[in-house]
Nanobody
C-alpha cells in the first residue's frame, strides 16, 4: 500500500521561508504526477502544487495564490517530493500533505503543520 511521510513544517514569521519534504513508499513513484495539498483551519483540503513525472526536472503547476512563491520538486531516485515556500503569508497556515494526482484517498499521511505568524 502506498504511504506518504511528510516532514519539515514549523513556525515561521510572515515573509519567511520553509521547505517541506515527503518520502513516498509502495508505489511506482516515477509513473505518477505528485502534488502537495493543504488544509487550513475551517477549510477543505486543496491542491497547492503538482509536478509531472518528467524525470528529475519536472515542470510544476501551482495554485494562483502561491505562484512565484512556492516551488515544487521531485527526485525519482529517492522517491521524494519537496515544496520550497518563500515569502510566506498568514493565509498559508495549514497542514500540508503530499499525495498523487488524483490522490489516493485512503492513504493520506499525517501531514506536516506550517504556521505563519508574527
Amino acid at each position: 500500500q502506498v504511504q506518504f511521510v511528510e516532514s519539515g513544517g514549523g513556525l515561521v514569521q510572515p515573509g519567511g521561508s520553509l521547505r517541506v519534504s515527503c518520502r513516498v513508499f509502495g508505489t511506482r513513484f516515477s509513473e505518477y504526477v505528485m502534488a502537495w495539498y493543504r488544509q487550513g483551519p475551517g477549510n477543505q483540503r486543496e491542491l497547492v502544487a503538482s509536478v509531472f513525472s518528467g524525470g528529475n526536472g519536472g515542470i510544476g503547476h501551482y495554485k494562483d495564490s502561491v505562484k512565484g512563491r512556492f516551488t515544487i520538486s521531485r527526485d525519482n531516485a529517492k522517491t521524494t517530493v519537496d515544496l520550497h515556500m518563500t515569502n510566506l503569508k498568514v493565509e498559508d497556515t495549514a497542514t500540508y500533505y503530499c499525495n498523487r494526482v488524483p490522490p489516493v484517498y485512503d492513504s493520506w499521511g499525517q501531514g506536516t503543520q506550517v504556521t505563519v505568524s508574527s
